[in-house]
């Protein structure tokens, strides 16, 4: 027989089916207790709440595992390409290598923008952040698509939408990355890869040949594997909820990016860089400081703690040991390095910080990286959008194809109870 937890509650039991899933995570299914006992559950932050059933990304926070589709991201990011492990996402199997031409011929056909949505560029005062011009721009991009606004009229278009946003996506983070700088925006070249393309695109130039260094190449498709996919987090639940009313692709990644953003999930590689950089010049390089202000409540430690992680984020682990290779490798030597790790020192041997459980995150060497890769750091978000964009399609894509029901959590009501009307005159 099924496993059952039993919930005893005004003088009745109730038994609650137990769901277990392939890596033996259980959960107990609530999904008809309001109706059997009148009761919701209440988890504020959803700390215990499974969404839904997946299929595409595991991870054990305990013990510091990460797989995409059963592959551990150690094997994917030495391993495999970025395009590969967007098809591993998309379609749940590495692609052999015909499918792997023929998936990346189809992104190159559609690399190029309309030109109207290069002119949006010009309603961006100088310094807007490319943040916020991304979530634009992915707004915008539904415009010049109409058939693909109701993803339940054309389901066969799908694909043809996933293919045109991952190809596009290149080219506008490129393209915000050249309007930053005042340049010429550079048109794609499908000579080159995906990753290779995306890099001509940001840092080649119109008067000079474009040759890609394979360094920053290699730097480059780690950097976007490791932030592929991180199942329910911040940004792929929003994108989820937003797909669940059936809005479509464009409108649900653009509320990932917005998600993203915040300085507690994505947009917090800005902030670690912005931290180290003030560690260096307005505290001379006084980590402890720092390490003492957070512990005070006084400020964060960006690019520290994860809501699943309480051991240490097998990403961070992977990036620590990249960032030395690659800064070696590129002739780099940055102050701010010798800091963060000094920091990392400093908190993981803090009674503050171990008794939390809190340890670098994905955010916390990536900064150091796209620095040393020539991105200015208000990008590094962007980047880190670049990279999760497959996942959000997997998760939208998984979604549609269990034909989920509309996300809609409930409450518990804490205002007033129904009191009488009074009129503006006899208000006090
Ligand atoms: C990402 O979820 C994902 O999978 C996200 C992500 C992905 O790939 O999609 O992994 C990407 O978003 C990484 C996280 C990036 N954010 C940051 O680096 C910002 C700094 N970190 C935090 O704000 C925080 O750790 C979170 C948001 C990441 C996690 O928050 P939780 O799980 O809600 O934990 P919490 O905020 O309740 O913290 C628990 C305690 C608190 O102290 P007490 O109230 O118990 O005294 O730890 C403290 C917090 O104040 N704390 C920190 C801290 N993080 C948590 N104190 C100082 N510095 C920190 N960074």
Redesign the pocket.
């Known amino acids: 027989m099924a496993e059952t937890a039993t919930l005893s509650y005004g003088g009745k039991s109730y038994e609650l089916p137990i769901i277990t899933g392939t890596e033996n995570e259980s959960a107990i299914d609530i999904s008809k207790l309001r109706s059997d006992s009148g009761l919701i559950t209440f988890d504020e932050?959803y700390k215990n709440t499974g969404s839904t059933i997946s299929n595409i990304t595991f991870l054990d926070g305990e013990k510091g595992i990460l797989h995409y589709r059963g592959y551990t991201i150690e094997d994917l990011a030495s391993k495999a390409s970025f395009v590969e492990v967007i098809y591993l996402l998309l379609y749940g199997e590495l692609p052999t290598q015909t499918q792997l031409s023929e998936f990346e011929g189809s992104i190159s056909k559609h690399t190029l923008v309309h030109e109207n949505l290069v002119k949006v560029f010009e309603v961006f005062p100088t310094g807007s952040h490319p943040m916020g011009q991304l979530m634009t721009m992915m707004s915008a991009l539904s415009s010049f698509y109409p058939d693909s606004l109701n993803p339940n009229k054309k389901p066969e278009e799908t694909n043809l939408t996933v293919i045109r946003l991952l190809a596009k996506m290149t080219t506008m983070c490129a393209m915000i990355h050249k309007k930053g700088k005042g340049h010429p925006v550079l048109y794609p070249q499908n000579k080159y890869d995906y990753v290779t393309n995306f890099l001509y695109m940001t840092f080649g130039n119109v008067s000079e040949e474009y040759i890609a260094d394979p360094v920053i190449v290699d730097a480059m498709n780690k950097l976007l594997i490791l932030?592929a996919d991180?199942?329910q987090?911040?940004?792929?639940s929003t994108v989820r909820i937003v797909g669940s009313s059936h809005a479509n692709l464009y409108a649900s990644i653009a509320a990932g990016i917005a998600a993203l953003w915040g300085?507690?999930?994505?947009g917090?590689n800005q902030?670690v860089l912005e931290m180290l950089e003030d560690i260096r010049t307005n505290a001379g390089g006084d980590v402890k400081r720092a390490v003492a202000e957070?512990k005070d409540?006084k400020r964060?430690?960006?690019?520290?703690?994860?809501?699943?992680y309480k051991n240490f984020?097998p990403r961070a682990k992977i990036i620590k040991v990249a960032c030395d290779n690659i800064l070696a490798k590129l002739g780099v030597n940055d102050p701010l390095l010798a800091i963060a790790k000094e920091l990392e020192e400093v908190a993981l041997n803090d009674p503050y910080f171990v008794e939390?459980k809190?340890y670098p995150?994905?955010?916390f060497y990536s900064g150091i990286i796209y620095k040393a890769l020539g991105f200015p750091t208000p990008m590094f978000t962007v980047l880190f959008a670049l990279g999760r964009l497959p996942g959000w399609i997997a998760q939208w894509k998984e979604l549609r194809e269990r034909n989920e029901n509309i996300g809609r959590p409930r409450q518990i009501y804490t205002g007033y109870t129904q009191r009488a009307f009074t009129n503006i005159a006899d208000r006090k």
């Open positions: 932050g932030h991180h199942e987090n911040c940004s792929a300085p507690r999930h994505g917090a902030e957070a409540k964060l430690l960006f690019g520290f703690g994860h809501r699943v984020d939390r809190l995150n994905v955010d």
